[in-house]
């Protein structure tokens, strides 16, 4: 996960294999390992500072786009994470979204 949020650039030129860290950081926040949750909810803020526009605007051909994903997996991550890092989900989606919005306003 370190290495993952050390090279955002590798991910903004990699869109499916940026899609790939994002569902198995879902996956480690459900884990209940002691400090897994915590490195993966640090990594998804990462992400969403360095990777927001690539994330809110990824859509392969006929599949879900990835803030829908995302906005689905954060129902069911509410329930099981701490405070702290339910405060870094949120903080995350809402840079999302703010990048979302200013991206659709600017086209």
């Known amino acids: 996960m370190f ?21 198995k950081l879902f996956e480690f926040m459900k884990e209940s390992h ?33 803030m829908e994903e995302i906005f689905e997996n954060a129902k069911d991550l509410v329930k099981i994470l701490e405070f702290r890092q339910k405060r870094q989900l949120f903080e995350t989606l809402a840079i999302l979204s703010f990048s979302f919005e200013n991206s659709s306003k600017k086209n």
């Open 3 to 23: 290495i993952v949020g050390a090279y955002p650039q590798f991910l903004q030129n990699h869109k499916k294999f940026l899609k790939t860290v994002l569902q």
């Open 34 to 66: 002691p400090g897994i949750q915590d490195m993966a909810s640090d990594t998804f803020l990462k992400l969403g500072k360095s990777c927001s526009t690539k994330i809110s605007f990824y859509c392969e051909n006929g599949e879900t786009p990835l």
